[in-house]
């Protein structure tokens, strides 16, 4: 038997929570294969299989929380075709289950009764619990198999009947009837666990005749830490967001003109942030303050430009980092956010894809955002907030045109960056964005 534990995931890392278990108790798993994902304060990571077996037994449960070192499931090596299990159905490894002395929940009268050839570990525990022989449950699974489905149909099919009993006899229920109903009606609706910060659990609260239900859920990792770094920017920065508006009909003309070649050559659609990100780079080389960061009474004033670029990840929103963005293309920019955003969503970004980044891009746009003040991720000075694109009427060359706008925010910390330098480097990206010849000429 081997133990599986959480490892090592980073030196500032002591604690993680189960994420979600990839593979089942008495599934048989290969060597290298994902076994269960674990969210950290930063990303997800995932723990394989030391060699082909068994997970033989699940001790932390999905949204759980450990610490690093924690035996967290059994493994047991084993050959491909193994079940798990053995020849009393439990997995292997683990003791059987008892079966305490009960009265037995009478079967339907039209159920035919038939031993079981195989008993799956859930339908094993749920026969413990309902104090239900696998002899008389009919297995409906492959090869004569006794699956968590067929218990649950007998056990609740067993329930009606009783009540249909004791509604029709008018008799009193005896204490054994009484324990057995109990536990169909757990099996089908479980009673609601005290609920704790390190615990995965959900509180369902009824409060007088109306049904007022309330769900309690521990905050996830990355939710914590985000929820930590934006009071964090609250608490020790002097914010301030500053505005602008830009027509993205030059940048929208010159992707509907080029789109399918771009297409073509790089394998990757030509996108907006590409755009954005190269304007921005221009707009910090001018403004080396928005790229720089206080540390103690020191100003850190960056070299390099690494964007960090916010997506909508399966557990929230993470920023991944562009390096060096200054000597990256138009295709490199929208091929690493495409893979970045491919990893976020299935929570299989790294640590090291978030770590750093001198200034950051949030496009609230794409979720219908008109304006907002996004607050800066420290330790940076700046961050840039992205609209959605909407037909406004502007005032062009003395006429009154129909043109698609967008929002731009800057919010910064006013502690190293003035006013005329937040005003100056938005409107270097408004003035890039609406001439891009300009990222080619360098003017």
């Known amino acids: 038997m081997v133990d599986i534990v959480v490892p090592s995931v980073g030196e500032s890392i002591s604690e993680v929570q189960i994420s979600k278990w990839l593979k089942k108790e008495g599934e048989w798993v290969a060597a290298g294969t994902d076994l269960v994902e674990l969210e950290t304060e930063k990303a997800s990571v995932q723990v394989s299989a030391p060699e082909d077996g068994i997970l033989v037994k699940i001790l932390k449960k999905d949204e759980e929380f450990a610490s690093v070192g924690d035996v967290i499931a059994s493994f047991q090596a084993a050959a491909k075709g193994a079940t798990g299990q053995s020849a009393a159905g439990q997995p292997a490894g683990v003791p059987p289950i008892a079966t305490p002395i009960a009265t037995p929940v009478s079967a339907p009268a039209n159920t035919a009764s038939q031993p079981a050839a195989h008993v799956m570990p859930a339908a094993q525990r749920m026969l413990g619990d309902n104090n239900v022989s696998a002899a008389n449950v009919p297995a409906t699974g492959p090869g004569g198999r006794l699956l968590k489905e067929d218990v649950s149909r007998y056990v609740a099919a067993a329930a009606n009947a009783v009540g249909s009993t004791i509604a029709s006899a008018g008799v009193a229920v005896s204490a054994a009837t009484t324990a057995a109903a109990k536990s169909v009606a757990a099996t089908i609706s479980p009673p609601a666990q005290p609920t704790s910060s390190h615990a995965a659990s959900t509180a369902i609260v009824e409060q007088g005749s109306a049904n007022r239900a309330e769900e309690v859920k521990p905050m996830s990792m990355i939710r914590r830490t985000i929820a930590t770094r934006l009071v964090q920017a609250q608490h020790t920065a002097a914010l301030l967001t500053t505005f602008n508006e830009v027509d993205m009909q030059p940048v929208m003309a010159l992707r509907k003109k080029y789109q399918e070649a771009f297409l073509e050559k790089h394998g990757v ?20 303050s928005v790229n720089a960061e206080i540390r103690g009474s020191n100003v850190v004033y960056r070299k390099y430009f690494d964007i960090g670029i916010a997506i909508g990840g399966g557990k929230g929103l993470v920023v991944p980092v562009l390096r060096n963005v200054e000597k990256m293309g138009f295709a490199e920019i929208e091929r690493t956010i495409g893979e970045y955003a491919s990893r976020a969503m299935a929570n299989k970004l790294m640590p090291e894809d978030l770590e750093g980044g001198t200034f950051t891009i949030s496009n609230g746009g794409i979720y219908g955002s008109l304006l907002s003040t996004p607050i800066v991720n420290p330790p940076q000075s700046g961050i840039l907030g992205l609209h959605s694109i ?13 043109r698609p706008m967008m929002y731009l925010a800057l919010t910064y910390d006013h502690r190293i960056i003035d006013g005329r330098e937040a005003v100056s480097f938005l409107k270097t990206i408004k003035e890039v964005i609406e001439d891009p010849s300009r990222l080619f000429l360098e003017i």
């Open 269 to 288: 659609k030509l996108g907006f942030m590409s755009f954005f990100a190269k304007a921005s780079c221009e707009a910090l080389k001018r403004y080396p």
């Open 390 to 402: 909407q037909e406004r009427p502007i005032a062009l060359n003395g006429e009154v045109v129909i």
